[in-house]
């Protein structure tokens, strides 16, 4: 054979047959069956916004904001909020008579039945509409109303405290996410109208003179 010569005796050219198959049987073993379909580039707004209104419904429902803003009604199971007036509050034809006079502590506070009406140090509380009709709801507030009023406990943000038993301490501790996500919800539940009692304030102590 000649130096340069480029044809390869029968014997190499049988063993780079073998490796070439074992290549090509090598890199199908790997190949998925099925193409991988491919990543969405981003996920729609629609979709977006659908995951933070199920984020907000999934917050509501473990921050037990339906125990007071929606009414108890008596079930086989006792007493559960009656999700057909869900977040609407205090029923207004449940008119409540003036709270009883309890004797100083340790019993301080009482509540309705219906657990939306309480009464204690602090005066009488109604647990408020949160739906979204505009009369007698949440309808005219907004987003960021909302979040003043979770961190300050001030009604509407900046007016009278927000009284007992309303957990807004622990409320205003969420992240800024994590309440844009319970307004969406909020936002988002069947408008009811329900026109809820004003709460009372006790009157502040009489000053010494
Ligand atoms: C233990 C009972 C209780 C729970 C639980 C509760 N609330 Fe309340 N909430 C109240 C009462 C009572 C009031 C009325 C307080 C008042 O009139 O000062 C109130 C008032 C409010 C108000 C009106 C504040 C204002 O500025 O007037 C908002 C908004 C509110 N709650 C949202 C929520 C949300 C959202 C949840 C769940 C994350 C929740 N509440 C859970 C009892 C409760």
Known sequence: MLPCDHRESPRIAAARAVLVLMATLSVAACQPAVAPEREPESVPVQNQADVVVARGEYLVNILACNDCHTPYQMTAEGPRPDMSRMLSGHPEALQ????????EGPWLW???????????????SYATNLTPDQNTGLGIWTEDLFRQAMRTGRHMGTSRPIMPPMPWP????????DLRAVWAYLRSVPALVNH????MPAEPPAQAP
């Not at 809820?196 to 709460?199: L, M, T």
């Open 170 to 177: 622990a409320y205003g501790q969420m992240t800024d996410d």
């Open 196 to 199: 809820v009692p004003e709460g």
């Open 96 to 103: 409540m008579p003036s709270p009883p006079t309890l004797l």
């Open 110 to 124: 009482v509540g309705a039945g219906s657990n939306t009406a309480f009464a204690g140090p602090w005066g009488v």
